[in-house]
């Protein structure tokens, strides 16, 4: 069965510290890959995603940035973290042609606060 | 890219029936989704709805017409642990398959 992973689940980061969020997939290969973000009482906004080792598409410019070493992993990275960094982030992963429909399989989250 | 809309929050009791609507403008349409979020928890897959019609699992079922652009989730026999966000996502035929979230709808299942 296929599963993801993300850490570290909680971060308190100070403004200007850098970032990095790591995700693995397992049991699948060739996953698309995303990372969302999640404001307080906000929606998912898609950040970046991958559809292969080295190939990133950025969503909205912002300070952060991906990438994609191996087929299974997936990096958050930032050198300067803003306050409007804070929030709730998620990996996920698709397949078409797995699950119902190539629906996205998420993460457990990293909450991450800058102060 | 798409618009999509559903209700900010809503209120039922215990046992009782409710549905989740959505509305979505796209270009184009290659699914529908439901999510289900617990707070501070990840969204884990409900349904999917390409054609037009009513899918039922379970206590949930979702309805989709393309024509008018609208879906719904329906919950029925409500129980306390459905208290959570539902979130409804697009996927358009633009060729990267990615879902586009709506803002969550906030069920509070009340005794």
């Known amino acids: 069965s296929q599963t993801i992973h993300q850490w570290p689940a909680t971060l308190v980061q100070p403004v200007g510290s850098p970032l990095s969020l790591e995700c693995t997939v397992e049991g699948t290969s060739n996953p698309n890959l995303y990372w969302y973000r999640q404001a307080a009482g906000r929606g998912l906004q898609l950040l970046f995603y991958s559809v292969g080792i080295g190939q990133i598409s950025s969503e909205v410019p912002q300070n952060l940035s991906a990438s994609r070493p191996q087929d299974r992993q997936f990096i958050l990275s930032s050198k300067k973290l803003l306050l409007s960094d804070s929030g709730f982030y998620l990996c996920?992963?698709?397949?078409?042609?797995?699950?119902?429909?190539?629906?996205?399989?998420f993460g457990e989250g990293s909450r991450l606060t800058v102060l | 890219g798409q618009n999509i809309d559903q209700p900010t929050e809503m209120t039922a009791t215990e046992g009782a029936i409710v549905q989740i609507n959505c509305t979505y403008q796209t270009s184009g349409f290659n699914g529908l989704f439901w999510y289900q979020q617990h707070a501070g928890e990840a969204p884990t897959f409900l349904s999917y709805n390409v054609l037009d019609g009513l899918e039922e699992k379970g206590r949930f079922s979702s309805f989709l017409s393309r024509s008018k652009g609208y879906s719904y989730l329906l919950l029925k026999e409500l129980q306390m642990k459905d208290s959570a966000s539902y979130l409804c996502a697009v996927r358009d035929s633009g060729g990267s398959y990615i879902p586009t979230f709506g803002r969550g709808t906030s069920l509070i299942v009340h005794p």
């Open positions: 996920a992963w698709s397949v078409l042609g797995q699950g119902a429909a190539g629906e996205l399989f």
